[in-house]
């Protein structure tokens, strides 16, 4: 079975500092990969995805993940982050090819931006 | 205005009584999902349908059940079975499965309480 680890349960960070959000999953076919992010009190809601193409992807409000398919990543990245990116970030994994589109999620990451 | 909307935000319940959440999406999806989200342990997926009338268990199923009536909807009973129900839980859909790389929507959650 397919799963997803994310390295750090906490982040804490000052604003303008650098964020990388690490992924790791354990499958070793053609997998779509999915960034989503929970800001407090909102809906869970996509931040990027991978499905094929360039490996470098970019998504909303700034941020951009890595697939690194050698070392089975996908880890996010932010050059400046700002304290409205404080957060619950999820990764979660799609192995490609399956007819149901299952989804499995990582433990989460909680960021949190000091003004 | 489309989306997902589950109902009630908060719900209480005691010990030992089933109850029902509900959700329902006006996208056209024809995928739905419920997940139950924990602190520390990402969302794990309780049950999924593809398509009206067929639905199939996720990786923690047990304690709960659903029904798949109509496109727009899908209900989630947590019964007295279910050992630890107190969590949030997120419902999700999204298109056909096969007919391209699955990204999920999100609704805005019930928190149960079991008392």
């Known amino acids: 079975a397919q799963s997803v680890s994310q390295h750090n349960h906490h982040v804490i960070l000052s604003e303008a500092a650098s964020l990388e959000l690490g992924c790791n999953y354990s499958?070793?076919?053609?997998?779509?990969l999915f960034w989503y992010v929970q800001y407090p009190g909102q809906h869970l809601q996509l931040l990027l995805k991978?499905?094929?193409?360039?490996?470098l992807v970019k998504g909303i409000k700034g941020f951009e993940a890595e697939f690194i398919k050698s070392k089975f990543s996908f880890n996010l990245r932010k050059p400046s982050v700002q304290w409205s990116d404080t957060a619950e970030y999820f990764c979660a994994v799609n192995a490609g090819g399956t007819s149901y589109g299952k989804l499995t999620f990582g433990q989460g990451t909680i960021l949190t931006v000091h003004p | 205005d489309g989306g997902i909307t589950q109902s009630p935000k908060y719900l209480f319940r005691k010990e030992g009584q089933n109850v029902t959440l509900s959700c329902e999406q006006n996208l056209n999806h024809d995928a739905m999902y419920w997940y139950r989200q924990d602190p520390g342990q990402g969302l794990r997926l309780i049950y999924y349908s593809q398509i009206v009338n067929d639905f199939q268990k996720g990786d923690i199923a047990e304690g709960y059940s659903v029904s798949r009536e109509k496109k727009e909807s899908f209900p989630l009973t947590v019964t007295s079975a279910q050992k630890n129900p107190t969590a949030f839980y997120l419902c999700?859909?999204?298109?056909?499965?096969?007919?391209?790389?699955?990204?999920?929507?999100f609704g805005p959650g019930t928190r149960l309480t079991v008392l």
């Open positions: 999700a859909s999204s298109i056909f499965p096969g007919r391209g790389p699955n990204e999920q929507f």
């Open positions: 499958y070793g076919g053609t997998v779509n």
């Open positions: 991978y499905f094929s193409g360039d490996p």
